[in-house]
């Protein structure tokens, strides 16, 4: 409907001055109403339960800290898959990381635990590697991997896979080894998760919580080791808080239209976004960059504060894409073009990558071409791209409560 409207504009000749009293305002109420304002509502509710998250998350993930020295980078992004399309140049000197397929085919064809799966079919998956990674204490998949080869803040830059069904063999033939052995498999797994936590990236958050629930399950078949997992138990025991922080953080700790200064600064100012605040950032380049000129013409102030904020906050993130790769949002102007002046667009310039097939970009394509035909359409065009760019990061939040109140019984499942 809004784009037949806005061709009906653009071959009626309908004055500017038409088609922000009419149409305009009309889209731009109905956004507000419809979108904007019940998620702001949202993050309010549920604010005092994700602080109360991160307050009991602190001195349990503590322990994690500490100085990365070790990257895993040059021995795991040569070797594990970054998608069949994508071109990995520093891979053809190594043995990659295979599932067979007779392996895949065994996890696709049942829902059975994966513990209980016939160890058979899997007996030629070649699991050592996820033990060497006890050498390593990061992961940059920046620097050796396929992104050389890509640009940055384009929806076509590549992420490792992140193969879980690896840790799933792993600890599918430990099933027959002695407690100590046992243990050492376990180890490994959680330790690919937590590498995968380091990558600064969201999917390597779930990554790891991921890891943490396979742990779970594997403890559970052998309750008496529990308690030689030391910190760890603590960790496994509060996955499902970590999911839910590591999915808020990029709502709370960040500017957008859903997100109003006084929250994102308030989260700030109680120190809440340490956990994940670096996958955050990098969230927030990539999915805002489509709507960059739009949001600092919308919001000039609060991303100039956002700036600020994170070059004071985020001093412990490596930031790899930022530093080497392209001048990002932080080594934006002051003051960057806005969306329509000079031919200018940020967002039209990414939308131009043939490659990209992401359902925001194809939007983005069609909505930055008609700001060029017609510049009066600027300001319902920029809130349409930022409001388009940010997910809905309470979605955790917002299923907890609904079943708090099922289990109480004010509400029906």
């Not at 396979?214 to 030391?230: E, F, S, T, V």
């Not at 080497?324 to 990558?353: C, F, H, Q, R």
């Amino acid at each position: 409907i809004f784009l037949t409207l806005l061709f009906v504009f653009a071959i009626t000749g309908l004055t500017p001055f038409i088609f922000d009293q009419i149409i305009a305002r009309h889209y731009l109420t109905s956004l507000q109403q419809n979108r904007i304002s019940p998620q702001i509502e949202k993050l309010s509710i549920h604010y005092p339960e994700y602080k109360k998250d991160v307050t009991i998350l602190e001195p349990v993930v503590g322990f994690m800290d500490g100085p990365k020295l070790r990257d895993a980078g040059p021995y795991l992004n040569p070797r594990v898959s970054w998608g069949s399309t994508v071109k990995n140049e520093n891979s053809s000197k190594v043995e990659k990381f295979i599932l067979p397929e007779e392996a895949r085919i065994a996890f696709k064809k049942t829902e059975t635990p994966f513990l209980k799966l016939d160890p058979r079919p899997f007996s030629k998956v070649q699991t050592q590697w996820l033990h060497k990674l006890q050498d390593f204490d990061h992961w940059d998949i920046d620097k050796n991997s396929p992104v050389d080869l890509h640009p940055r803040f384009s929806y076509s830059t590549p992420v490792p896979e992140f193969d879980l069904a690896f840790t799933k063999v792993h600890l599918l033939k430990a099933q027959t080894k002695s407690d100590t052995q046992y243990l050492e498999s376990i180890r490994d797994v959680i330790h690919y998760g937590e590498l995968s936590l380091t990558t600064e990236t969201l999917v390597g958050g779930m990554i790891f919580v991921a890891t943490l629930s396979q742990a779970d399950a594997a403890l559970a078949k052998r309750p008496h080791l529990r308690k030689q997992m030391g910190p760890w138990t603590a960790v496994i025991k509060e996955r499902e808080r970590l999911k839910r922080v590591y999915w808020a953080v990029n709502q709370y700790a960040r500017p957008s239209l859903q997100t109003p200064t006084r929250v994102w600064k308030q989260t700030y100012s109680e120190q809440l976004p340490a956990l994940g605040l670096c996958a955050s950032v990098r969230e927030a380049t990539g999915v805002d960059w489509a709507a960059w000129s739009a949001m600092t013409d919308i919001m000039p102030k609060a991303y100039k504060e956002y700036r600020q904020v994170i070059s004071k906050n985020a001093q412990g993130c490596r930031f790899t894409w930022i530093k080497e790769k392209t001048p990002a949002w932080v080594k934006l102007p002051e003051e960057p073009n806005s969306i329509y002046s000079s031919g200018s667009y940020d967002y039209l310039l990414m939308a131009e990558d043939d490659s990209m097939e992401s359902s925001i970009v194809s939007i983005v394509r069609p909505l930055a071409k008609i700001v060029e035909w017609m510049p009066q359409t600027r300001r319902l065009i920029s809130t349409v791209i930022a409001s388009i760019a940010v997910p809905n990061y309470t979605n955790l939040y917002d299923k907890k409560l609904l079943a708090e109140k099922v289990a109480s019984g004010q509400e029906k499942e």
